[in-house]
């Protein structure tokens, strides 16, 4: 026995050694070895803007600077591929920029906000080319900026006009036994409607119908200035499919050239006075981008404006790159607002909401902070219900005209199984010491008393909303509540009704934080700064794929979309402030 100990003993010792010495190995690379290499920018180059890995304002950072070494090094924030380009219009070795097939996870309002310094770009008198082998509508959006515009001779042009689709699961339940049952204070509240209906209703309809107008008129707008072309003759173009082949994308003028990408790239050459048969110097946006953020110049000031970015569904716990937590939220303020060098705060909000009760913390501290230092808001493609809850007592906010907003409005779900348990043979029963005692059980029918209780909780959280945004809007709250429903609105149409103040974007709102502030040089912060523990750490490792991915790659990209919304769904707890929809223009 003690000799089969002492291998035991021999064996747990062996075992402690190599993990010991296989992460001392790691942290050494990543000290000694994990540095990126220095990028160099040639002569006479050309950024290649590709856009697939972008798909958050802010890439995030850790509290810990050991998560950071093992962070992604390439990740990189839309924010960063901006400034990027700010500095490319006076970097002497850049001529111009190239949009190459490009296929991008941004939405509208990040959209427009590259397209509007890709414009600045061009001014400054360099050259923006585009080519696809087929554009989507939200890619040739952002790509009517460029000229000329190329289109592969066998590709396609999607240029339509837009559409939500909606599915309902009434009869589903029915026929399953399994029940979402539903309490809600909103008429437009229709994130519930599938639960509670076969069919949209006419308010889900109207709200629907007049958000996507709004955004198809911002959007067209922009690309009858790009491309000369009457707003008229685009929706003249989108009813008859008339640009659905590369000919008749170029007879209606929408793009310049049908060639394959070698013609492109002896365009390119001959903008650039290269020879034919030779290499052009090109660079990636993200090489570019990360050599911006490691050479750009800080000036001498004193002064500095956070830029806190809230990103992502509302969450109780930490929160990350993608979802809004208390957590990282609130020490983000606390640390703004106490540090004396920060001047003025700008909430960069991108979420369609979430926690009701999350929300409502973050608000707390934004009102806590706004008392010592001027809060501005800066909406991004969303800031709807509870997006919309933490943003309302800013001095000012800032939207987009395709920005999604408002939706103040309250739901609950809770699933119920009472009728599946039936049917299969099972039956609940229950011992309780007081009447109200067992609170609420899925394998039992909702009973009124306890619905009519959730309901009074639901109506509390919507008034406590509606005040804040009355407060927050210097409204009445009967003016806030005619407004508020759950509808959900555009940029565009929440400036004229009084829930936000400018249009604009994150770059408009530093400004006007920094007129509020009182102070003309200064430098930008960027938060949160995530709390991350061992695991997190782990999980980026190269060999650590995480469940997810694993998921991802075998379900493929859409189906892996739709689990994720049926998970969202199930982790939904307690009431939600959180839009009714989402909204994928393509």
Not at 41 to 55: A, C, Q, R, T
Not at 190 to 207: C, G, I, K, T
Not at 208 to 230: D, G, H, M, P, Q
Request: aromatic share 10%; hydrophobic share 40%.
């Amino acid at each position: 026995m003690k000799f089969l100990g002492n291998v035991f003993a021999t064996i747990i010792g062996l075992f402690v050694f190599l993990m010991l010495f296989f992460f001392g190995i790691l942290i050494i690379v990543a000290i000694f070895g994990g540095e990126p290499e220095t990028v160099t920018v040639k002569n006479n180059s050309v950024i290649e803007l590709d856009l697939k890995n972008i798909k958050y304002d802010y890439a995030g950072k850790y509290k810990d600077p050991w998560i950071n070494i093992f962070s992604d090094k390439k990740s990189v924030g839309l924010t960063d591929v901006i400034s990027a380009i700010e500095d490319a219009k006076t970097d002497s070795d850049i001529k111009g920029i190239s949009i190459l097939n490009d296929e991008s996870s941004l939405g509208m309002a990040q959209s427009k906000a590259l397209r509007d310094k890709l414009e600045s770009f061009k001014k400054s008198g360099k050259f923006v080319m585009a080519y696809a082998n087929s554009y989507s509508q939200k890619e040739y959006y952002l790509n009517s900026v460029a000229s000329p515009i190329y289109l592969n001779p066998v590709g396609e042009m999607d240029f339509k006009g837009l559409s939500a689709e909606i599915l309902f699961f009434k009869d589903l339940q029915e026929k399953s036994g399994v029940k979402m049952e539903v309490i809600r204070h909103g008429k437009y509240k229709s994130a519930v409607e599938p639960f509670l209906a076969n069919e949209m209703s006419d308010a889900n309809r109207e709200q629907t119908s007049a958000l996507l107008n709004s955004i198809w008129n911002s959007v067209a707008a922009e690309i009858s200035k790009s491309r000369n072309i009457s707003i008229n003759k685009l929706n003249e173009i989108a009813n008859g499919l008339l640009a659905r082949t590369p000919e008749m994308a170029k007879e209606q003028h929408l793009v310049d050239i049908i060639a394959y990408e070698d013609v492109y790239h002896d365009a390119i050459r001959k903008a650039l006075k290269v020879e034919k048969n030779e290499e052009y110097n090109k660079i990636s946006i993200f090489d570019y981008t990360k050599k911006a953020m490691t050479t750009s110049k800080i000036n001498d000031a004193k002064d500095e404006i956070a830029i806190i970015y809230a990103q992502g569904e509302i969450q109780s716990g930490e929160g990350d790159v993608n979802t809004i937590g208390e957590g990282s939220m609130r020490r983000s303020l606390q640390e703004a607002r106490e540090n004396k060098n920060i001047k003025a705060i700008v909430l960069r909000v991108d979420s369609p909401g979430g926690n009701a009760l999350t929300s409502d913390l973050i608000w707390r501290e934004v009102e806590l902070t706004k008392k010592l230092k001027p809060v501005v808001v800066s909406m991004g493609n969303y800031a709807a219900s509870g997006g919309y809850y933490i943003a309302c007592n800013a001095h000012k906010i800032f939207a987009e005209n395709t920005t999604i907003t408002g939706s103040i409005g309250v739901f609950g779900i809770l699933p119920n199984f009472s009728k599946l348990t039936s049917k299969i043979g099972i039956n609940a029963e229950q011992v309780n010491t007081h009447e109200n005692s067992a609170g609420y059980s899925p394998f039992v029918p909702l009973g009124d008393k306890f619905k009519a209780v959730t309901l009074e909780g639901v109506e509390h959280i919507y008034s406590t909303f509606v005040t804040h945004v009355a407060e927050g809007r210097k409204m009445t709250f009967a003016q806030v509540d005619s407004i508020a429903q759950g509808r959900v609105w555009s940029g565009s149409q929440a400036i004229k009704i009084g829930l936000v103040d400018k249009i604009g974007g994150l770059n408009d709102a530093i400004k006007e934080a920094a007129t509020l502030a009182k102070v003309k040089k200064y430098n930008t912060r960027n938060y949160p700064e995530y709390d991350k523990e061992l695991e997190d750490l782990l999980a980026n490792l190269p060999f650590a794929q995480s469940k997810e991915s694993f998921i991802k790659e075998e379900l493929g990209e859409e189906n892996y979309k739709v689990l994720q919304e049926i998970k969202r769904m199930q982790s939904q707890k307690g009431v939600q402030t959180m839009m009714p929809f989402k909204i994928n223009i393509r």
